[in-house]
């Protein structure tokens, strides 16, 4: 299970600090929660802050952005410059961008690309891109902010998933972003969960490297 603390939960004040600190805890990836103020109702930070992070972590560290952003289309390059590791995007865009192209585009920049669907939106509608992807968001809150609760009838379209990849021979990672800590982490793990974002219950946790290794080991 790879463990990826959300930056939206950090010291702003500290963020190159803070992000060593994921890492020093045991963090697999960073997970960087970019808001556009148009997708979801907040605003977070953008490829400048993300190109920080990188040169605080290192060259080697796997920053996974999600982009909770409409215009990911026009933005993607920006984050690609800004040297993270993958770049996810929102299914609730089909119609309004081109998501195959994107996709491709991300990939043919030589980052990993992802496919995010909010808790409202059928996992289906991820069915046409899941040979083009590394990975599937599965959203267990209402993007926007950290802290909220964990909605566990998301699992089942973590099943869904879990199936068709198994099914079809597919190896894209799955991903649950949104209220997770050490009592949620086993429940992802048995729908079949590779990944699990987690910002309140490791930047604020009393020791992070034991919240990080609890939810590994759940
Ligand atoms: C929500 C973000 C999540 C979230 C995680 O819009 O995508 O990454 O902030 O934070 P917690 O773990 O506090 O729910
Ligand atoms: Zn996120």
Redesign the pocket.
């Known amino acids: 299970m790879l463990i990826a603390p ?1 930056l ?2 950090a010291d702003f004040t500290q963020i190159g600090n803070e992000a060593r600190r994921a890492f020093i805890a045991g963090a697999d990836w960073l ?1 960087l ?1 970019v ?1 556009d103020g148009h997708f ?1 109702d907040n605003v977070s930070f953008g490829p400048d802050v993300c190109a920080a992070v990188r040169r605080a972590v290192g060259p080697t560290a796997f920053l996974d952005a ?1 982009l ?1 952003i409409t215009a990911p289309d026009h933005y993607y390059p920006r984050f690609v410059k800004a040297g993270v590791n993958l770049i996810c995007i929102h299914a609730e865009l089909d119609g309004q961008v081109d998501l195959s192209a994107t996709l491709r585009g991300i990939r043919e920049a030589g980052v990993q690309c992802g496919l995010a669907v909010n808790p409202a939106t059928p996992w289906e509608a991820c069915l046409p891109y899941l040979e083009a992807v590394d990975m599937v968001l599965v ?1 267990s ?1 209402v ?6 609760s964990f909605m566990g009838e998301v699992l089942d379209k973590v099943r869904a998933l879990a199936a068709w990849r198994k099914e079809h021979g597919a190896s894209f990672l799955i991903q649950m ?4 800590g050490a009592e949620q982490a086993p429940l992802c793990r048995e729908a079949g969960a590779d990944c699990l ?5 490791t930047f604020r946790a009393k020791s992070m490297s034991d919240a990080i290794m609890t939810m590994r080991n759940a």
């Open positions: 959300s939206l939960a997970h929660d808001m979801v999600h909770m959203m809150v993007p926007g902010f950290g802290g909220q972003d949104g209220g997770i974002v987690a910002g309140s219950s």
